[in-house]
């Protein structure tokens, strides 16, 4: 794709993101991931998690997605099923009937299943941000909104910045005696966060900074599985930072073994996510901001998680 920022590349997101043009290149997306990941074979080991009477099952899609699949003993629900049909063969298989989908926003490898789930359950309900324009939806979400599926009970936060109108959800952990649970689509990653495609860095900073301010316990279920790489970006950044170094170890093992990586936790994202530490001195300091007034001020921080987004876009990984 053309460089971001680009002309040609806001004509081309123009029309991934607003037209149908964007449902062929996720076709071409899903082929992809197919060749290089043929006979049901997957980016990671699929691995269930069990809380108590609660299931959550990361499902990888894709080259790197997650959509999830969260079952009780009353109902289950998947959070961006992308690519339907594996989605679907293992709902299937293991004789499961969602009762509703929850959309985080628009992008086509997020939102591509909709119209397949749709027509496999025909009483299932879509849901998607009101500002987002998620294709296909049956019901749409706005902040604080709460969603109660079986014992789970999910509220909506309005997190633009990736997208005009995404959103997050949130489980609400208590009644499987476990913290709660956030799905955060593509506005957090282990260690990293999404593009701002669709809003100011201001915008974005205001997102992260409405989960950063969770609580610490809350686990944390990403769109993709970035770790690796967002993790050695991390530790480029900022080499004083123990923790990014630590994770990065772990991140390695897991991922040597096709294991995921997540969940990690608020607490967790706090001390190593670069984009979660604008105001923090090692940081400052890998931007070269030697001068700010302290506290340091949004818009300030603003600019610094513009200048990480720039440097991690032009970072060489390591492979
Ligand atoms: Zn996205």
Known sequence: MAKEGSCLFRIGYFFYSRTRI?????????AKAREKYPDGKTHTTIQPFQYGDLTITPFPILLDNYSYILRDSKSAVIVDPGDPEPVIKYLKDNGISPEAVLVTHKHWDHSGGNTAMKQAYPNIRIYGG???NVNNVTDTVKDLDVLPFGDMRFTVHFTPGHTEGHVVYLLDGAPFGMSDSLFSGDLLFLGGCGRMFEAAPLVMLGSLDKVSNLKGDVLVWPGHEYAN???DFACHLDNSNEESKNKYEWVKSQREKNLCTCPSTIEEERSYNPFLRTAEPGILEAVKVTEFEQPVTDETRAK????????KDSYKYKL
């Open 130 to 132: 009101v500002h987002d």
């Open 304 to 311: 610094i998680l513009r200048e990480i987004r720039t440097l």
């Open 229 to 231: 790489d967002n993790l």
């Open 22 to 30: 964007g449902q062929i290149y996720h076709r071409r997306d899903i």
